[in-house]
């Protein structure tokens, strides 16, 4: 069975190993594999931006609820009230414009152009635009009677209290990942959740894949010779390891104390973890896999990310690949980390894996990762009286 105490839990780790194919999953400014040289050896590196990224879209799909970050929330109003409501075109222009200039945020103007942007960008949940062009609606006769915001220095007619109230709002999304917005007070949310950069297990190398492109006419004619473009992209494979927390306290006090809200937020954001990747490059290569193993602990103490067990490179099984070996060297690290740790901490420790053999230290077998979660969750929030 799962091992569990009556330890009070603070934090839900979250272990990935996955084994990767033939992908860009995340590009520097160079269109070039991001990597890492981690115990002397080159890795294959995923920004923990980019998949943070993936991890909020997949959440915000399977959750239901939508949050926006953009420096254009002006245009974002001005178009609900132009398609949705049917303002005139020159009056939900002038709105969206007094809307991002009526905030405690400073704005700019563009040269040949009636949208303006907010220096900062905002992050608020979806229905922030409905609720702000319900605010313009208020005013749609003192709009109608102002003029367009053309400079920096010029004035919004709408109350700059309820912009930035509206503006600190929040849902399930910016509780889970915090938001930064010093410009509005109060607007700030600490981040509940803290994922780490993911890293192959290995050493990899950096494959470079040339390519042309023929031009349908020219091959059917015949009448000449070349491509139509040439190029190449820069390419890698690998096991990469995973690894998230999110602090349960931390979540709990941005909702409140709504316990039943954080644990269901915990498990939205504990499912898009695992099941999320990164769409770079994915026309061309289409790296849909999921991973080889999950693990999951609930701690009482303190966070406590498996890296270490992958500072010595993993080396390929006798029969070839580097999953198998990940897996076994991530049981035997977190048996050691234990052991060493006097077992203090683990409110629970459980796993789901494509794995066949039992992996001692990563406690209890689970059949699935929807169980896995599940489980998990149960002993972070344990019902009264169980």
Same mark, same amino acid.
């Given at each position: 069975m799962p091992s569990r105490t009556d330890a009070p839990a603070r934090?839900?780790?979250? !272990?990935?190993?996955? *084994?990767?194919?033939?992908?860009? @999953?995340?590009?520097?400014?160079?269109?070039?594999?991001? %990597?890492v040289r981690y115990g002397d050896t080159d890795r294959t590196r995923v920004s923990s931006q980019s998949w943070k990224r993936a991890i909020r879209e997949y959440f915000q799909h399977g959750f239901g609820?939508? #949050?926006?970050? %953009?420096?254009?929330?002006?245009?974002?109003? %001005?178009? @609900?009230?132009? $398609?949705?409501?049917?303002?005139? *075109? $020159?009056? #939900?222009?002038? #709105?969206?414009? !007094?809307v991002a200039a009526g905030s405690s945020i400073k704005f700019e103007t563009a040269k040949d152009s009636p949208v303006i942007t907010t220096n900062a960008m905002v992050y608020v949940p979806e229905s922030a635009v409905d609720e702000l062009a319900d605010l313009a609606a208020e005013h749609r006769d003192a709009l109608a009677a102002a003029k367009d915001i053309k400079k920096s220095t010029d004035k919004s007619i709408l109350p700059k209290d309820k912009i930035d109230g509206i503006l600190r709002s929040r849902n399930g999304v910016i509780n889970l990942f915090g938001r930064m917005l010093a410009e509005v007070d109060d607007a700030g949310v600490d981040g509940a959740v803290q994922v780490a950069h993911a890293l192959t297990t290995h050493g990899t190398d950096i494959e470079l894949d040339y390519f042309s492109a023929v031009d349908d006419v020219t091959s059917a004619w015949g009448d000449t010779t070349g491509s139509a473009h040439m190029g190449h992209a820069e390419f890698s494979a690998g096991v990469f390891y995973r690894y998230a927390t999110i602090d349960l306290a931390d979540l709990a006090r941005n909702l409140g104390d709504d316990h039943a809200g954080a644990r269901e937020l915990a498990a939205g954001f504990a499912e898009a973890f695992v099941l999320s990747l990164p769409r770079a490059k994915k026309t061309a290569t289409a790296p849909h896999t999921i991973p080889d193993l999950a693990h999951i602990a609930v701690r009482s103490d303190r966070p406590l990310s498996y890296a270490a067990a992958f500072e010595q490179p993993v080396r390929s099984h006798?029969?070839?690949?580097? #999953?198998?070996?990940?897996r076994a060297a991530l049981a035997r690290y977190a048996q050691a980390a234990g052991k060493l740790l006097g077992g203090r901490g683990t409110v629970f420790a459980g796993w789901a894996s494509l794995e066949d053999k039992d992996l001692e230290g990563l406690g209890g077998r689970i059949d699935s990762f929807p169980s896995l979660i599940d489980t998990a969750l149960d002993a972070a929030y344990p019902k009264a009286g169980a």
């Open positions: 934090f839900l780790d979250l !272990h990935v190993v996955q *084994a990767v194919p033939f992908a860009n @999953l995340n590009r520097d400014d160079n269109n070039s594999v991001k %990597t609820e939508q #949050a926006l970050r %953009t420096r254009r929330i002006g245009a974002r109003v %001005t178009r @609900l009230l132009e $398609d949705e409501r049917g303002w005139p *075109a $020159d009056l #939900a222009q002038r #709105a969206g414009q !007094h006798t029969d070839g690949g580097y #999953a198998i070996p990940s």
